[in-house]
């Protein structure tokens, strides 16, 4: 249970109404936003930027630093022009924390809308304090089933505050399919799936990849679920090499792939294909697996060959990628593309809310976005189910380039308009 997730908890409204009449202030002295001097709207942010996903908050003080200098400037509305600040908090990787600050940018910073992202572990929990506490709430970076079911979403009702657009299950399955299809790998997979949001939604038996690694005539080999930080995978690695298994698939967090891997070699199971969910994401992760990084795949949500440019700045992807890598002396990493596009979602809602004081305003325009941004088309009206839109994904592999890694597209069956800039390779 989370901090507010009971219907006898008050909402934030109801709060701040309630206080203000046991504060009997003359109406004269009530302040609005309305006929403040400098009118600010406040968008509250969380993400794991320590813990296990950090590697999803890597970007996160360019990203915003960024975002936040074209929002000193202020955004347009209704012939006015508001200031946009943004707060952010570090979840911590941890989902009771990110409900906790969710709370606090909801009860306590009083912030208009709410954004989240990197996994359900905080797209869910800030969510669900956005629906109990009746605030605006935008999400991504999260496959569209852990969030929406995982909240126990109801297709015919969906949910009143919150939306979240990124691809889902169906999508990184296509995607994996397209990878594996030439590799000339043994349709035998060995899978991974934790016992989290995301491993219990990727390793679902009927809306999971099992029913469509089957329909695909693949033979998976799944041991059941692991506890998510652990460090022993000698039962899982002996069940693969008994069945055979060439493939290996899943959804982990870095830490878990980078034992299961180190295992895998010391115990001789050597798979020709590893195509690994959320861990293999980042270069970070794949510079510290040395060697042992090179061929490794993973779906591919951004890239700077995307070619949509920013409905905020105009930017191409190529030109933000490189932005950060400038400005970082890191190279590029996926979740800059999903950052930026997060608060180009919201600009553009600040921008076309009837009334910023009504959240109801503010819901319209979420409801009616129809905005192509860095990461692709984002549009509430195209969706599996409400609250829910989607953006494109296609596949690659990590191949080393002289002391390098470079992550290279080389299955996009599914969205063409990204291109393909490398050939698949099994591992040696």
Same mark, same amino acid.
């Given at each position: 249970m989370t901090l507010f997730d009971s219907k006898k908890q008050i909402s934030r409204r109801n709060l701040l109404a309630g206080a203000a009449v046991g504060l009997a202030a003359p109406a004269i002295l009530y302040r609005t936003r309305a006929y403040a001097a400098n009118p600010v709207i406040k968008v509250g942010h969380v993400s794991p930027k320590t813990g296990p996903l950090a590697g999803f908050g890597e970007a996160d003080e360019y990203v915003i630093a960024q975002i936040q200098k074209l929002f000193n400037a202020g955004l347009e509305n209704n012939g006015k022009t508001y200031t946009v600040e943004i707060i952010t908090k570090d979840s911590q990787s941890n989902p009771n924390r990110a409900a906790e600050v969710a709370a606090e940018l909801i009860l306590g910073e009083e912030v208009d809308i709410i954004v989240?992202? +990197?996994? !359900?572990?905080?797209?869910?929990?800030?969510?669900?304090?956005? $629906?109990?506490?009746?605030?605006?709430?935008?999400?991504?970076?999260?496959?569209?089933?852990? /969030? &929406?079911?995982?909240?126990?979403?109801?297709?015919?009702?969906? %949910?009143?505050?919150? /939306?979240?657009?990124?691809?889902?299950?169906?999508?990184?399955?296509?995607?994996?399919?397209?990878?594996?299809?030439?590799?000339?790998?043994?349709? *035998?997979?060995?899978?991974? %799936?934790?016992?989290?949001?995301?491993?219990?939604?990727?390793?679902?038996?009927?809306?999971?990849?099992?029913?469509?690694?089957?329909?695909?005539? /693949?033979?998976?080999?799944?041991?059941?679920? @692991?506890?998510?930080? +652990?460090?022993? &995978?000698?039962?899982?690695?002996?069940?693969?090499?008994?069945?055979?298994? $060439?493939?290996?698939?899943?959804?982990?967090? =870095?830490?878990?792939?980078?034992?299961?891997? +180190?295992?895998?070699?010391?115990?001789?199971?050597?798979?020709?294909?590893?195509?690994?969910? *959320?861990?293999?994401?980042? !270069?970070?992760?794949? $510079?510290?697996?040395?060697?042992?990084?090179?061929?490794?795949?993973?779906?591919?949500?951004?890239?700077?060959?995307?070619?949509?440019?920013?409905?905020?700045?105009? $930017?191409?992807?190529?030109?933000?990628?490189?932005? @950060?890598? *400038?400005?970082?002396?890191? =190279?590029?990493?996926?979740?800059?593309?999903?950052?930026?596009?997060?608060?180009?979602v919201t600009a553009d809602v600040i921008r076309r809310s009837a009334d910023l004081d009504d959240p109801q305003s503010i819901l319209e325009a979420i409801r009616t976005t129809n905005l192509t941004t860095v990461v692709g088309p984002v549009n509430w009206a195209v969706g599996p189910v409400k609250n829910v839109t989607k953006t494109p994904l296609v596949a690659g592999q990590w191949q080393k380039q002289g002391d390098k890694f470079e992550l290279v597209v080389t299955a996009n069956k599914n969205a063409p308009e990204i291109p393909t800039t490398g050939e698949f390779k099994l591992l040696s």
């Open positions: 989240g992202d +990197s996994t !359900p572990d905080t797209t869910n929990p800030v969510a669900d304090q956005a $629906e109990v506490n009746e605030v605006p709430c935008i999400t991504t970076n999260c496959p569209w089933q852990p /969030y &929406f079911f995982g909240r126990n979403g109801d297709p015919a009702k969906g %949910f009143e505050y919150t /939306y979240h657009f990124f691809w889902g299950l169906e999508d990184v399955i296509a995607a994996f399919l397209d990878l594996w299809g030439s590799s000339g790998a043994e349709k *035998k997979i060995a899978g991974l %799936f934790p016992n989290d949001a995301d491993g219990n939604a990727w390793g679902d038996p009927k809306l999971g990849l099992p029913p469509a690694l089957a329909d695909a005539g /693949y033979t998976l080999t799944d041991p059941g679920r @692991y506890q998510p930080l +652990s460090d022993d &995978f000698t039962s899982q690695i002996s069940a693969f090499k008994e069945a055979g298994c $060439e493939i290996v698939t899943g959804n982990m967090i =870095p830490p878990d792939f980078a034992n299961f891997w +180190s295992q895998a070699a010391q115990q001789g199971f050597h798979p020709k294909v590893v195509t690994i969910g *959320k861990a293999l994401l980042f !270069p970070s992760v794949i $510079e510290s697996l040395g060697d042992r990084g090179d061929g490794l795949s993973s779906e591919i949500w951004w890239t700077p060959n995307h070619p949509f440019p920013s409905s905020l700045t105009g $930017e191409s992807s190529a030109d933000l990628a490189n932005g @950060y890598m *400038k400005a970082t002396n890191r =190279p590029w990493t996926q979740p800059i593309g999903f950052k930026h596009a997060l608060f180009e």
